[in-house]
């Protein structure tokens, strides 16, 4: 079954990371949903990782989402999970869902829509919104107005827009019809970051 109370899953402030520095850094700050997403790791190390971050946010309201490495996250026993479309493309969406998972799932065009709606996510990421610099991307940004497209299709499933969005475009992205934003590089690459984390905590808080 899908997240039982969509509407609040994942937070509107949503920071994805690569190591459990950051992990434990945001999960002190308060932070309430952090996705790690650590790449090429093989089974042991993914299983190593997740177990690790998942006891760094035990105890706190602290949310792990799980990148990629969904039999990790079966196995350390994770609650959440974030695909891409060719881990979709590969993972076992029964297992998935027999581990009681919450499922993210990315999107970029139309016939990744549709493959993400037939796997009952529990939100659906739109992006890049913006240019990015921190990965070659195979496609171009989408705009803001493809946060309103998206929204309209999906209805009541939380949408989530992640690529080069920084704070002070927040409002307009929110508006635009996006529930949550996902940062990488306004909080990992920012001369303050725990500054910056303040500043999406805030605006998080008077949003609620």
Same mark, same amino acid.
């Given at each position: ?15 994805? @990371? ?31 990782? @997740? ?7 035990? !105890?706190?309201? #602290?949310?792990?989402?799980? $990148?990629?490495?969904? %039999? ?18 590969? *993972? ?9 998972? #919450?499922?993210?799932?990315? #999107? ?7 493959? *993400? ?17 921190? /990965? ?6 989408? !705009? ?6 998206? /929204? %309209? ?6 949408? @989530? ?14 508006? *635009? ?10 909080? #990992?690459? $920012? ?6 984390? !303040?500043?999406?905590?805030? *605006?998080?808080? /008077?949003?609620?």
């Amino acid at each position: 079954m899908p997240y039982p109370d969509r509407h609040a899953y994942p937070d509107r402030f949503y920071p994805v @990371v690569d190591s459990l520095a950051w992990v434990e850094r945001l999960t002190k700050l308060g932070v309430g949903t952090i996705q790690l997403r650590a790449k090429h790791l093989d089974d042991g190390e993914a299983l190593q990782i @997740v177990s690790d971050a998942l006891a760094i946010t035990k !105890g706190t309201p #602290t949310k792990l989402v799980v $990148n990629d490495y969904w %039999r990790a996250a079966i196995v350390a026993g994770a609650e959440h999970l974030h695909l891409g479309q060719e881990d979709l493309a590969d *993972a076992d969406l029964f297992e998935i869902r027999k581990a009681r998972l #919450t499922l993210g799932i990315s #999107t970029h065009d139309d016939a990744e829509l549709a493959a *993400a709606l037939d796997a009952q996510p529990d939100y659906v990421a739109l992006g890049p919104i913006f240019p990015t610099t921190l /990965k070659s991307m195979r496609f171009a940004p989408q !705009g803001i107005p493809k946060i309103t497209e998206w /929204k %309209r299709r999906i209805g009541d499933i939380p949408l @989530v827009a992640i690529g080069g969005i920084k704070f002070e475009q927040s409002a307009e992205i929110f508006a *635009a019809g996006a529930d949550s934003i996902a940062v990488v590089s306004d909080v #990992t690459q $920012n001369a303050d970051p725990d500054a910056r984390v !303040g500043q999406w905590l805030g *605006a998080d808080a /008077k949003a609620a």
